[in-house]
């Protein structure tokens, strides 16, 4: 029986930031505060992140300058993986480096080929300040380490370079939501 409530439940859903937006490409501040609002916000996080079909979202990506993200996130063993990471830091990324396709809430119906490693680890602090640590392979380290770059003011299509980059770009300008370069 569960005695907790789902995550996003009290939760309401927010406007997505679109790539383009200074927001995605300016570094989060720390959260400093471990009260009520963060509770909220990361609650919103997840309410927006299932509205969307998603499987991770950082705070970033609805507007808000927090260093947050959360995650309802597979593994490469369909392991079902979920919480929230605080003031995260990406501490190790490491094993192979594979290419394979990613996507972005942001970037609404576009995928690419990046390169990520295998195996991710990131730490931080729960919602009560206590420390967390988070590790993944997989898919799941591909998410850890897509949540953490955009907390860091990086999204996908940073990492891509020559035709792959191109492609995206002129995608992105074609689909609905209307990306224009600044």
């Known amino acids: 029986m569960r ?8 939760g309401r859903v927010r406007a997505v930031t679109r790539f383009g937006d200074p927001v995605l ?84 119906g576009l995928e690419a080929g990046v390169e990520r490693y295998d195996h991710a680890v990131v730490e931080g602090f729960d919602l009560t300040g206590a420390p967390v640590r988070v590790e993944g392979r997989g898919f799941f380290a591909r998410c850890l380490q897509h949540e953490c770059d955009h907390l860091d003011g990086t999204v996908y299509a940073d990492h891509l370079t020559g035709l792959r980059r191109t492609r995206l770009l002129r995608r992105a300008r074609r689909a609905p939501w209307q990306w224009r370069p600044a």
């Open 3 to 10: 005695t907790r409530p789902i995550p996003g439940s009290s």
């Open 25 to 108: 490409h300016t570094p989060c501040r720390p959260v400093t505060a471990f009260d009520d609002r963060l509770s909220r916000l990361v609650e919103d996080l997840f309410a927006t992140m299932y509205a969307a079909d998603g499987v991770g979202l950082a705070a970033n990506q609805i507007g808000v300058d927090a260093r947050v993200f959360v995650y309802d996130c597979p593994d490469d063993e369909d392991e079902r993986h979920l919480g929230h990471v605080v003031n995260p830091a990406l501490v190790a990324a490491d094993d192979l480096a594979v290419r394979g396709p990613e996507g972005c809430l942001s970037l609404a």
